[in-house]
Protein backbone atom coordinates (compact mmCIF):
# COMPACT_ATOMS: atom_id res chain seq x y z
CA UNK A 1 0.00 0.00 0.00
CA UNK A 2 1.33 3.28 -1.21
CA UNK A 3 0.10 5.47 1.84
CA UNK A 4 1.60 2.77 4.61
CA UNK A 5 4.93 4.02 6.46
CA UNK A 6 5.56 0.19 6.66
CA UNK A 7 5.24 -0.84 3.61
CA UNK A 8 7.18 1.96 2.02
CA UNK A 9 9.94 0.20 4.76
CA UNK A 10 9.11 -3.01 2.91
CA UNK A 11 9.72 -1.78 -0.56
CA UNK A 12 12.89 0.56 0.63
CA UNK A 13 11.13 3.48 -0.46
CA UNK A 14 12.02 5.14 3.52
CA UNK A 15 15.11 4.00 5.48
CA UNK A 16 15.10 1.98 8.54
CA UNK A 17 17.67 -0.41 10.64
CA UNK A 18 16.94 -3.85 9.59
CA UNK A 19 17.50 -6.33 11.71
CA UNK A 20 16.33 -9.52 10.09
CA UNK A 21 14.46 -10.53 6.85
CA UNK A 22 13.35 -13.24 5.03
CA UNK A 23 10.64 -13.94 2.59
CA UNK A 24 7.73 -13.23 4.53
CA UNK A 25 8.88 -10.53 7.66
CA UNK A 26 10.86 -7.89 7.98
CA UNK A 27 12.66 -7.16 11.43
CA UNK A 28 13.91 -3.54 12.41
CA UNK A 29 14.32 -0.90 15.26
CA UNK A 30 11.66 0.93 16.29
CA UNK A 31 12.47 4.78 15.38
CA UNK A 32 10.74 5.79 18.77
CA UNK A 33 12.27 3.33 20.94
CA UNK A 34 11.08 2.73 24.23
CA UNK A 35 13.23 0.26 26.01
CA UNK A 36 17.47 -0.47 24.67
CA UNK A 37 16.05 -2.57 22.48
CA UNK A 38 12.68 -2.50 20.60
CA UNK A 39 12.33 -4.12 17.44
CA UNK A 40 9.30 -4.24 15.38
CA UNK A 41 8.54 -7.15 13.24
CA UNK A 42 5.92 -7.24 10.29
CA UNK A 43 4.49 -9.40 7.55
CA UNK A 44 5.93 -7.99 4.49
CA UNK A 45 2.39 -8.38 3.22
CA UNK A 46 -0.31 -5.75 4.10
CA UNK A 47 -2.35 -6.76 7.15
CA UNK A 48 -3.77 -3.74 9.03
CA UNK A 49 -4.01 -5.58 12.94
CA UNK A 50 -4.48 -9.08 14.17
CA UNK A 51 -8.50 -8.71 13.92
CA UNK A 52 -8.09 -8.46 10.08
CA UNK A 53 -6.00 -11.59 9.93
CA UNK A 54 -7.80 -14.73 8.63
CA UNK A 55 -7.36 -18.26 9.22
CA UNK A 56 -5.38 -18.92 6.30
CA UNK A 57 -2.62 -16.12 8.24
CA UNK A 58 -2.20 -18.17 11.18
CA UNK A 59 1.05 -20.01 9.68
CA UNK A 60 2.15 -16.34 9.21
CA UNK A 61 1.04 -15.24 12.72
CA UNK A 62 3.44 -18.09 13.98
CA UNK A 63 6.03 -17.27 11.92
CA UNK A 64 6.09 -13.59 13.01
CA UNK A 65 5.97 -14.69 16.87
CA UNK A 66 8.86 -17.15 16.13
CA UNK A 67 10.67 -14.00 14.34
CA UNK A 68 10.32 -12.23 17.68
CA UNK A 69 12.27 -15.18 19.31
CA UNK A 70 15.09 -15.32 17.36
CA UNK A 71 14.89 -11.36 16.86
CA UNK A 72 15.18 -11.04 21.12
CA UNK A 73 17.75 -14.09 20.76
CA UNK A 74 19.89 -12.29 18.87
CA UNK A 75 19.53 -9.33 20.82
CA UNK A 76 21.05 -11.29 23.97
CA UNK A 77 17.38 -10.93 25.29
CA UNK A 78 16.79 -14.72 25.65
CA UNK A 79 17.82 -15.09 29.45
CA UNK A 80 16.97 -11.83 30.61
CA UNK A 81 13.59 -11.75 29.29
CA UNK A 82 11.83 -9.34 27.22
CA UNK A 83 7.76 -8.61 26.04
CA UNK A 84 6.30 -8.56 23.02
CA UNK A 85 3.29 -6.45 22.30
CA UNK A 86 0.95 -6.03 19.46
CA UNK A 87 -1.52 -3.17 20.06
CA UNK A 88 -4.72 -3.37 18.43
CA UNK A 89 -7.21 -0.30 17.45
CA UNK A 90 -7.44 2.82 19.03
CA UNK A 91 -7.46 2.03 22.49
CA UNK A 92 -4.45 0.16 22.29
CA UNK A 93 -2.51 3.34 21.16
CA UNK A 94 -2.08 1.27 17.77
CA UNK A 95 -0.57 4.25 15.18
CA UNK A 96 0.35 2.42 12.40
CA UNK A 97 -1.82 0.50 10.97
CA UNK A 98 -0.07 -2.06 9.13
CA UNK A 99 0.73 -5.73 11.59
CA UNK A 100 3.53 -5.22 13.92
CA UNK A 101 5.44 -6.98 16.72
CA UNK A 102 6.98 -4.75 19.55
CA UNK A 103 9.99 -7.01 20.85
CA UNK A 104 11.24 -4.87 24.19
CA UNK A 105 13.60 -5.41 26.22
CA UNK A 106 16.90 -4.44 28.15
CA UNK A 107 15.25 -3.35 31.22
CA UNK A 108 12.82 -4.53 33.87
CA UNK A 109 8.86 -4.40 32.36
CA UNK A 110 6.56 -2.72 34.63
CA UNK A 111 2.94 -4.50 35.15
CA UNK A 112 0.32 -3.70 34.17
CA UNK A 113 1.07 -1.50 31.05
CA UNK A 114 -0.04 1.86 30.77
P1 LIG B 1 1.96 1.32 17.49
O1 LIG B 1 1.67 2.41 18.46
O2 LIG B 1 1.82 -0.04 18.16
O3 LIG B 1 1.16 1.44 16.22
O4 LIG B 1 3.50 1.44 17.15
C1 LIG B 1 4.00 2.01 15.98
C2 LIG B 1 5.48 2.14 16.17
O5 LIG B 1 6.06 2.41 14.93
C3 LIG B 1 5.91 3.26 17.11
O6 LIG B 1 6.57 2.69 18.24
C4 LIG B 1 6.87 4.11 16.30
C5 LIG B 1 7.18 3.24 15.11
N1 LIG B 1 7.37 3.97 13.87
C6 LIG B 1 6.50 4.84 13.30
N2 LIG B 1 6.99 5.30 12.15
C7 LIG B 1 8.20 4.69 11.96
C8 LIG B 1 9.19 4.77 10.94
O7 LIG B 1 9.07 5.47 9.93
N3 LIG B 1 10.30 4.01 11.11
C9 LIG B 1 10.46 3.20 12.20
N4 LIG B 1 11.59 2.49 12.26
N5 LIG B 1 9.54 3.10 13.18
C10 LIG B 1 8.42 3.85 13.06
Not at 9 to 27: G, Q, S, T, W, Y
Not at 76 to 86: F, H, K, P, Q
Request: glycine share 8%; net charge neutral.
Amino acid sequence: MDNCIFCRIVNRAIPAKIVHEDDRVLAFEDVNAQAPVHILVIPKRHLAAVQNCQDGDQALLGHLLMTCSKVAAMKNLAESGYRIVTNTGADSGQTVFHLHLHVLGGRHMAWPPG
